[in-house]
């Protein structure tokens, strides 16, 4: 029962300059909050609503910038992969390759992924049961790679909304894997806002809380110092000054369900 | 920030020697957890799943239960009711009267129930959204009672299913009134066992956790001391022997969040 | 395969002269389209959204009206009961006595509405799967009344939302009952204009197009001279001025499929 | 209005005797419908649920039997591409290019895809609101390849389970662009028997009269000889020897929706 892990980061990459200001505050919240942290950015957005969304910098130039992160605060490094032929060199620099939700049944992704070594976060779909992500594992242990976590960020529930169903954490903890709760996108309104979607940041911190207090081994949230303005998922971020707080008050809640 | 009040009882009334057993070890359970205890039982399970459920010993049978468990424990009585004109006569014994998911918008008895100035727990019926129980609650508060609890107890999720929103609760706390969470038949299984509702036992003590996690003034958690040969809600409820580690629990949670 | 019956009139009783001018339209329109008609009226709308929707004629006053329209058309009436005490009365004058779709669990009402020998049209809770209307029509069968319909009105499908899953209908009819698709209140968007209900009426047709395709007994389609402006239901129902091309339409359908 | 086109085929490609087979019988079934028909098959199963399930023959082998059933039936083909560097290649072949419902929201795939010049058909992925679609295919349009196709293939509903929600195919009629009812995949319980889907195929005939009675442009049905057997999607194909009858019926019932 080690105590969870933070996986946090700004969503998109934008610059050197602000992966690295981003890490830093990152950083800073989470030794105080005495939490293991992982950078997480993404160097494509490879799905967004519409084709108005930014794309972001390319695998290449992104790829620099997590490198970078990686050389000046010795963290590791979590970046989304979308096809087969992407992950041997993404996992060159990323620690963490994450399977995004809408491709966790893409048999060729998922096995080189496996294939790289690279612990591989996969993102259960939200058209998944909690109990079919076994199926999934599966595939990316068939490489010999057992270093696997499997994430929830919400189901659909309806149209344009997901709930985040609770249940899903002990019952993907049953496959011995452990479990990631994404607070960011399980709060996401997709496609809520006609070409993007929307997202009810307010709802970040207490189903965090809830998350821990069921028991999961790590938190994904995404941050930013401006949501309003960040290029994509800014509904649904938490402001990077409001990170120390709520670093503070999640590490008490694991602290005490841990004990 | 008052501490969490447990609400539980063994769902259906079964003899006034059951009810005072099991009001003597929930009273013992939650002395020992410092946590206010309101006793509930219902004296008439109206809407089963089909025929051959019990439906219980009939309301004055069962209302002189209630009124001789209330006089030797000193504790407040909630119990369910199904018409209007049973509303007076069960306020006569129970200090708070609850309002089934199912009859959540029955206007007549939302009324009659008000009237009484009994405490009401409504119940959000599985079909309503949280924001649609602040006109339920309107309902009630015409009749000049204020006196009004909403409780959580799961959202139809496909068939013979729930999910638990635990944004309900602080989506429902904006009415100003204490928010409920029901981990008893938020985890029931409508229907799934033909003619009768399933359950998932091991789900109470995590969803409790949680709802208190994000935050809430009650926890409903019905208990019997052999579930799985209880006259109704057997699947879900817990074992009475497991209450007092339970409540130990859920108490350090709650301590830590309102601290 | 009898051609389908067409169960339709105003939603809510509004006076003798509005009730007898709209049963004329519907009977014009049902016998220009050879089609069995049925008279639909509430005369008490017990479980608004709101307070403030309009609760119509009361009982007696309704029953009255009720009464005149068939004395003067001769065609079968169908009505809504919310309490059992209320069936008997209502069956005094209603050949067809309706559960509304909250309340097709409650035992004591489906019991006694059975009692009366009036046929009873159950609609399917929002909260229930099809086969679970099995347990549901086994209750008024227990009465010795077997004049039952099962009526399919749409399914909670996230907040808000209604959803018509289509395969209900033949699921449904494996109990051996007649099945209705009500067309009205499947387009419903329950809560969707804050104190009260919205609707897409603009759906009605198209689905009740594809009842008929799927194959049912018969269609509820609720239908005014002024929809936007009547009391209950308005945004779901379809003009009446609309219902003769409508319903030529629908028979057209009917006749083709049970051909 | 022009009469419905059908799009069938064995789901996953087996052998080249093997689809010369079934094109022969769909072609026959769908002339003596009157009935346009388009050949579809897969070379990949590329997102199977577990590992277990058979992959298919690959595309070079794949595609060299797809241009024999076009050679020798002169009807158009339809295959389904996963990865944006096998559009190019497969369109050599295919005159309809697909884009599987979990990939929807690829903006490299549906950019490659749309650069062919081939139709594409984009299933709508189970996780999104019909109107989210416009920013679908106007990813599509971006290349300037407006040959689009909207296809309807369920929505998740809870877990395990789709539902086919009808007032999707005028929604996305709204765009302009030619709507599909995928009455296969519709009635698909998506991991429904552990390792694989369950599936419904008494429901396919119905729900495809449906989609036809609220009105669209095409049809979606795999078949095969002894779905029992098949490699893929067994459980919700119509054996071919049933297509004939199946056919004929659908062919009357849009014959008269759209006269």
Known sequence: DAPFALISGPCQLESLEHALMMAERIRDAAEAARTPWIFKASYDKANRSS????????????????AEVKARFGCPILTDVHEPGHCARAAEVADLLQIPAFLCRQTDLLLAAGETGAAINVKKGQFLAPWDMANVAAKIASTGNERIMLCERGTSF??????????????????????????THSVQLPGGQGTSSGGQRQFVPPLARAALAVGCAALFIETHEDPDNAPSDGPNMVPVSELPALLARLRAVDDLIKS
Do not use: C, H, Q, W
């Open 51 to 66: 084709l108005e969304g930014k794309r972001g910098l390319g695998m290449e130039k992104g790829l620099e910038i997590l």
């Open 158 to 183: 309806g149209y344009n909304m997901l709930v985040s169903d609770l249940r899903s954490l002990p019952i993907m903890a049953e496959t011995g894997y452990p479990v990631v709760f994404d607070a």
